[in-house]
């Protein structure tokens, strides 16, 4: 059934934004009455040649021949003006005469109270649309058995709402509003007669058209890029975001530097992740990554892929595995720099309460798409993404490791985001993760087994913590008796470096190399690292990166022997 007298002409909706006009399109239809709007709902709305607030703009842009009346736990209820309010109050006294002016004048806010009031103007009044804000605190996520007396009214209330054949047919509405769809009870969420609409982060055209609108205002803020290349910058963030950006420019004399925008930008994504993320800027590229040869050009030919904007042949994840020390986080970060992208790297997003670890998580991803083209690191991937089995947290193990899987599968994200996943324990991930697909591209390091290679990672290492020396002989690590790995090797030079210093020196010299190399011993479990060693080896999809000395091997064998390793390590 159609609504009557749309509020809106066909082309009027088709110049709202994406999610307002598919709010307007299904309610005018008669699709639905009750819509939950999530996301991005802080943010400033175009309207009319101005920016306003969410709810500003429902009720100019969506609402304007509509009696408003607005509800959170704060606030309580309020109105959108005063011939509303009365109204509101003539339909109470309806309902119960015996209401005094004091009650009617003092609205309760607690929603046991103040819902039954919104309902009877809902159900009994015309052209009524109810807004309720901060859904999360009114319905929040968990078991119903967990949910207290009040919470549950509540539900029942709104699912009851929801489900009214008589507000379909009506020409009245509810939009309910939360922030994360994660912190809203499911049994209200995944109601079939509640539409859910995302207001996503503006994209680049978005972006630009504020960055416009706003030195309009304040034309004299000073950038050292111009419009376009800002708006480009300044990916994953959203129009409040940009206006404290250039704000603050404004009151700079230096205006708006490069640097500015990086620092901005990374401590407004990282705020509003609340620390579940962190914004990655790698200083090196694969040129400063020592040795690993055959791992360096194949993760190059990925790189130039992405560069030439290439996506389809870009893959969805890669593995990389290695014992400890390789250097599997520093060669992620160089390949991410050279592919020229944004970088995160996921942070402990698991918390002990019930639905918070679902609702970080929901709002990593969102973030993501928003930051899209990026490059994700896990580090430590086997114990920070879990497993399909339930480990007595109540599913949320499970969850969390099916819905990262699935975002890892969403061909739709082939080319924009690119997971590397990093563990030296390659066995405990599970072969969903793995598989074609996901993580299509297994890569795995080894300790350095030549002087070459060795020699390779001591001059990477020298450049990269500027150690300043008089060494022609790197013997003392190229030929040390015992398996170093790139960190072992990158020890013992920081050492060396500090020997010199406590000598009042800032040159390292032979004696110091050669002090370290005798006193040098390796902290690590000899049984551990072969284990390490050969579950790397069994992941490889490139012959090549397998070092020489096993090449000979079969699967057969090396399986054989972890299955021994297994047993001495008590696993």
């Not at 103040?114 to 804000?133: C, M, S």
């Not at 309009?216 to 480009?232: F, G, I, N, S, W």
């Not at 993760?433 to 591209?441: H, M």
């Not at 450049?463 to 013997?475: G, L, P, Q």
């Amino acid at each position: 059934m159609s609504r009557s007298k749309p509020f809106l002409s066909l082309e009027e909706i088709a110049r709202l934004p994406r999610w307002a006009g598919e709010l307007a399109r299904r309610y005018y239809a008669g699709e639905a009455s009750h819509f939950l709007l999530h996301h991005n709902i802080f943010d400033l709305i175009p309207a009319n040649g101005q920016y306003v607030d969410l709810r500003t703009f429902l009720q100019r842009k969506l609402l304007g021949n509509k009696n408003v009346v607005f509800y959170n736990r704060s606030a309580g209820i309020t109105f959108s003006s005063s011939e509303v309010e009365r109204q509101f109050l003539a339909h109470a006294r309806v309902a119960d005469p015996l209401l005094s002016r004091e009650v009617l004048r003092a609205l309760p806010r607690e929603p046991s109270r103040a819902l039954p009031l919104i309902e009877r103007y809902l159900f009994h009044g015309d052209q009524v649309a109810v807004i309720l804000t901060f859904l999360e605190t009114l319905v929040p996520a968990g078991e119903i058995g967990y949910l207290n007396g009040e919470d549950r009214n509540t539900l029942v209330t709104l699912q009851r709402w929801i489900t009214s054949s008589r507000l379909l047919h009506s020409d009245n509405i509810v939009i309910l509003i939360a922030e994360s769809l994660a912190d809203v009870n499911a049994r209200l969420r995944q109601n079939s007669r509640l539409v859910t609409i995302e207001i996503p982060y503006p994209d680049e055209a978005e972006r630009f058209d504020f960055i416009r609108h706003f030195r309009t205002h304040y034309p004299h803020v000073k950038m050292e890029m111009d419009e376009r290349r800002l708006a480009q910058l300044t990916s994953g963030l959203n129009c409040v975001h940009l206006s404290a950006l250039l704000r603050s420019a404004h009151l700079d004399a230096r205006g708006l530097t490069f640097e500015a925008v990086r620092l901005k930008k990374k401590a407004i994504i990282e705020s509003e992740c609340f620390g579940l993320i962190e914004l990655v800027t790698p200083e090196h590229g694969l040129e400063s990554v020592g040795g690993m040869k055959s791992a360096k050009d194949f993760l190059r030919s990925i790189a130039e892929t992405i560069r030439q904007g290439r996506w389809e042949e870009a893959p969805m994840g890669l593995l990389i595995s290695g014992p400890v020390g390789t250097g599997k986080t520093f060669l992620a970060e160089c390949f991410a720099k050279d592919c020229g992208l944004n970088v995160v790297e996921f942070k402990n997003f698991r918390e002990k309460w019930v639905g918070s670890t679902e609702a970080n998580l929901e709002k990593i991803l969102s973030l993501l798409q928003t930051l899209a083209p990026i490059v994700v690191l896990i580090d430590e991937a086997d114990a920070a993404l879990g497993t399909r089995r339930t480990e007595g947290d109540s599913g949320v193990s499970a969850r969390v490791f099916s819905r990262i899987a699935s975002a890892m599968g969403d061909t739709r994200n082939r080319g924009r985001i690119l997971w590397i996943l990093m563990t030296c324990r390659p066995d405990l991930l599970p072969i969903d993760l793995k598989r074609q697909g996901r993580c299509e591209e297994h890569i795995s390091l080894f300790y350095p087994q030549s002087e070459e290679e060795r020699l390779e990672i001591v001059h990477a290492m020298l450049r990269k913590n500027m150690i300043r020396h008089a060494i022609e002989d790197w013997s003392p690590i190229t030929r040390h008796p015992q398996e170093l790995s790139g960190a072992d090797i990158e020890s013992m030079l920081i050492r060396a470096r500090r020997l010199a210093r406590q000598a009042q020196r800032d040159v390292v010299l032979p004696e110091d190399l050669e002090r370290v190399a005798r006193e040098f011993i390796p902290a690590r479990d000899e049984l551990a690292l072969e284990y390490q060693t050969l579950v790397a080896i069994l992941e490889a999809t490139s012959r090549e990166m397998i070092p020489p000395k096993y090449r000979h091997l079969s699967p057969t064998e090396i399986s054989r022997r972890v299955e021994e390793l297994k047993i001495l390590l008590g696993e």
